[in-house]
């Protein structure tokens, strides 16, 4: 079992920025890919952006490309999400996930992800 906690959130206004982090504990060495999805009030959990564990290859929705980057720091097992020029539609809940499968790094649905993080709150305001 993997276990994922977030933290980083907070309220901030258009234009800021906020890096989430997402620490991994448990059977780390199962992690294949980490990704983070956000929910906000009323709409469907969606994907963000995504990477592999070991490897540099990354994966975003367009709605944060050039704004958002995913990064990892494999000797502290931990996620980050840096995310600049912040805009009130990025207001939503943001959940870590991984995937025991290295090749998921590449998939949107929510799904293709076996872990997932308690979540942190983002707000943005205009």
């Known amino acids: 079992q993997v276990q994922l906690v977030e933290s980083g959130g907070g309220l901030v206004q258009a234009g800021g920025s906020l890096r989430l982090s997402c620490a991994a504990s448990?059977?780390?060495?199962?992690?294949?890919?980490m990704a983070w999805f956000r929910q906000a009030p009323g709409k469907e959990r969606e994907f963000v952006a995504a990477m592999k564990w070991s490897g540099i290859t990354k994966n975003y929705a367009d709605s944060v490309k050039g704004r958002f980057t995913i990064s990892r720091d494999n000797a502290k097992n931990t996620c980050y999400l840096q995310m600049n020029n912040l805009k009130p539609e990025d207001t939503a809940v943001y959940y870590c996930?991984?995937?025991?499968?290295?090749?998921?790094?590449?998939?949107?649905?929510?799904?293709?992800?076996?872990?997932w993080g308690q979540g942190t709150q983002v707000t943005v305001s205009s």
């Open positions: 448990g059977r780390t060495s199962g992690i294949g890919a």
């Open positions: 996930a991984a995937a025991a499968d290295p090749r998921n790094w590449r998939l949107t649905p929510a799904s293709a992800y076996d872990y």
